[in-house]
T-cell receptor, first 112, second 114 residues
Framework: SQELEQSPQSLIVQEGKNLTINCTSSKTLYGLYWYKQKYGEGLIFLMMLQKGGEEKSHEKITAKLDEKKQQSSLHITASQPSHAGIYLCGPGYGGATNKLIFGTGTLLAVQP | DAGVIQSPRHEVTEMGQEVTLRCKPISGHNSLFWYRQTMMRGLELLIYFNNNVPIDDSGMPEDRFSAKMPNASFSTLKIQPSEPRDSAVYFC????????????FGEGSRLTVL
């Protein structure tokens, strides 16, 4: 069963616009990871959030984890064509395992 | 530094044939993961190893699938016999066994079963 839901499933934005992708879990997460995938390639790690209320930024991408550790958002400021791809969130369950599964993904297209 | 290396990159085979996918993880990484990606089901975890030992294979679809890791630098995923529904991109990933959630992915093996 799918334990993570991402929204929206797909998104088309004009270059320069801001956008937000959401990831929701039905249960409290040990941690939350964001990855990006370009077409035909493997996934690339973006960032990890572990604490409730935590926020991290890398270049123009900011990710937040809510206080209850059940929802995360990924925000891109002033989007560029290089941001296009599939964004996936993945939960970490517990400290004794590094098993990592992923959400359904959000396909982002950025129009020049 | 070399990343995760997968082979073959593309494989086209006929139903009933045996398929073997190979993976070389990053040196020094203790965990290895096999994923399958399709449009319908997204990215699914098939199996993962810690220190060459299979920890969780609950994602392996059925007995036709098997995975091995004979040493720290090599793993295989075998499908025998293959079926058209096995067509997908198969990814291998590795990580340090520190539960950081940072996996390093190979470029994938695209399998087409006719």
């Amino acid at each position: 069963s799918q334990e993570l839901e991402q929204s929206p499933q797909s998104l088309i934005v004009q270059e320069g616009k801001n956008l937000t992708i959401n990831c929701t879990s039905s249960k409290t997460l040990y941690g939350l990871y964001w990855y990006k995938q370009k077409y035909g390639e493997g996934l690339i790690f973006l960032m990890m959030l572990q604490k409730g209320g935590e926020e991290k930024s890398h270049e123009k991408i900011t990710a937040k984890l809510d206080e209850k550790k059940q929802q995360s958002s990924l925000h891109i400021t002033a989007s560029q064509p290089s941001h296009a791809g599939i964004y996936l969130c993945g939960p970490g369950y517990g400290g004794a395992t590094n098993k990592l599964i992923f959400g359904t993904g959000t396909l982002l297209a950025v129009q020049p | 530094d070399a990343g995760v290396i997968q082979s073959p990159r593309h494989e086209v085979t006929e139903m009933g044939q045996e398929v073997t996918l190979r993976c070389k993880p990053i040196s020094g990484h203790n965990s290895l993961f096999w994923y399958r990606q399709t449009m319908m089901r997204g990215l699914e975890l098939l199996i993962y190893f810690n220190n060459n030992v299979p920890i969780d294979d609950s994602g392996m679809p059925e007995d036709r699938f098997s995975a091995k890791m004979p040493n720290a630098s090599f793993s295989t995923l075998k499908i025998q016999p293959s079926e058209p529904r096995d067509s997908a991109v198969y990814f291998c990933a590795s990580s340090r066994q520190t539960n950081t959630g940072e996996l390093f992915f190979g470029e994938g093996s695209r399998l087409t079963v006719l």
